[in-house]
C-alpha cells in the first residue's frame, strides 16, 4: 500500500495551483471518504494492536512502527458509526499534522485522485453543527465526504489553549480596538481556537470557512474603505487547504491586488513538511505557524499588528 504515497517532492508540484491530492477511503461499505495527501505519513495494513488500558473508547491501541509507538483511532466510532471490527481486512492511516502523529484506523483504502479546490465544496446546509465534514466532492460520479480529522482528534486529546501571562503582559499597553484580524479556516475548531486565543489581549476577529470567501470579505472591505485596507486590516491568518481556494491561493491573490497587498499573512496549517517555508517565499506570505500553539501565534500575531 505504500505504492500509493507519493515523495514530498512530487506531490509539491500541485501546491500552488489550488490543487490537492485525496486520498480515497471506506469505513464501513461503499461510501467515500477523503483525506489530503499532505496529512498522511504512510498507509500500512493493520498489525497487531497493544491495548491501552484508560484510554479513550475511540481508541483502539498502539500500533508498533518501527518501534514508534503511534495512538490508532478508529475513525468510524469516532466519528458516530459503528466500530471497525474486521482487523485483519483494514489499513491505518499514519497522519502527521497539528504536530503530532496518530493513526486512523479505516475499512479500506482504495486511491489516490487529483482534484481543484474549487471542485472542494463546504457540507451542505443543513448538516448541524456535530457533523465530522469538512468538505465534500465529487468522483467518479459519486459524493466524496472529506472527514474533519482536526476536530476527531481535539475531542479525543484536546490541546491546551491557554495563552500564558508572559504573552498576555507584553500586549498590555497595545490598543487594537480599532483593527481587525481576519481568519480562514474551514475546521470549526481551529476557527474558534484562534479566535480565543486572540481574545485574550483584545483584538477584533472576523471569520469566514474558506478562501474565497477571506478574498470576497477583503474585497468588500477595500471598497468600503476607498483603498488599501492594511490600516484597518493589518493581518489575515489563514488555512491551507480550504474548499473553493486554498491558502496558498489566497495569499497570491491578495499581494496581486493593490488594496490588500500591504495586510500581512500569516499561514496557520495542520499540514507539516519542507515544502512549507518554499511555499510561503513563492506566494509571499509573512510566516507560517504549524497549529496550534496559542503562545506563539499570539506573539506572531502582536508582532505583524505592530509591524
Known amino acids: 500500500m505504500t505504492s500509493l504515497m507519493n515523495s514530498v517532492d512530487q506531490r509539491t508540484n500541485i501546491v500552488g495551483q489550488n490543487r490537492l491530492e485525496l486520498l480515497m477511503f471506506r469505513l464501513h461499505g461503499p461510501q467515500p471518504y477523503g483525506i489530503n495527501v499532505f496529512k498522511v505519513r504512510e498507509v500500512i495494513r493493520c498489525p497487531e494492536l497493544s491495548e491501552l488500558p484508560g484510554a479513550n473508547p475511540h481508541v483502539r491501541g498502539i500500533a508498533h512502527l518501527r518501534g514508534v509507538p503511534v495512538t490508532v483511532i478508529d475513525l468510524s466510532q ?3 458509526g459503528k466500530p471497525i471490527s474486521d482487523l485483519s481486512n483494514a489499513f491505518i492511516l499514519v497522519t502527521e499534522y497539528n504536530r503530532n502523529t496518530q493513526g486512523f484506523l479505516v475499512g479500506g483504502v482504495d486511491r ?4 481543484n479546490w474549487e471542485q472542494i465544496l463546504p457540507p451542505p446546509h443543513g448538516a448541524g453543527r456535530s457533523h465530522y465534514l469538512t468538505a465534500v466532492t465529487e468522483v467518479d460520479k459519486k459524493l466524496v465526504q ?10 479525543i486529546s484536546p490541546v491546551d489553549e491557554t495563552v500564558s501571562e508572559a504573552v498576555k503582559d507584553k500586549a498590555k499597553n497595545a490598543d487594537f480596538k480599532d483593527l481587525t484580524v481576519l481568519v480562514a479556516d474551514d475546521s470549526a475548531v481551529a ?3 484562534v479566535k ?4 485574550t489581549i483584545g483584538i477584533n476577529v472576523e471569520t469566514v470557512n474558506d478562501g474565497r470567501l477571506a478574498l470576497n470579505w477583503l474585497e468588500a472591505k477595500a471598497q468600503e474603505l476607498g483603498g488599501d485596507i492594511s490600516g484597518k486590516v493589518p493581518l489575515i491568518i489563514s488555512d491551507i487547504e480550504m474548499p473553493e481556494m486554498d491558502g496558498y491561493t489566497l495569499t497570491a491573490e491578495v499581494k496581486a491586488n493593490e488594496h490588500l497587498r500591504h495586510v500581512h499573512i500569516i499561514l496557520h496549517s495542520s499540514l507539516s513538511g519542507v515544502f512549507n517555508e518554499a511555499m510561503v517565499k513563492k506566494v509571499g506570505a509573512d510566516q507560517f505557524i504549524a497549529k496550534f500553539h496559542p503562545d506563539e501565534l499570539v506573539s506572531a500575531v502582536q508582532q505583524w499588528m505592530n509591524s
Open 78 to 80: 469516532a466519528t458516530g
Open 196 to 199: 480565543r486565543a486572540l481574545s
Open 146 to 155: 472529506i472527514i474533519d480529522v482536526e476536530k476527531v482528534f481535539s475531542e
Open 112 to 115: 489516490i485522485v487529483n482534484v
Open 191 to 193: 476557527r474558534n481556537q
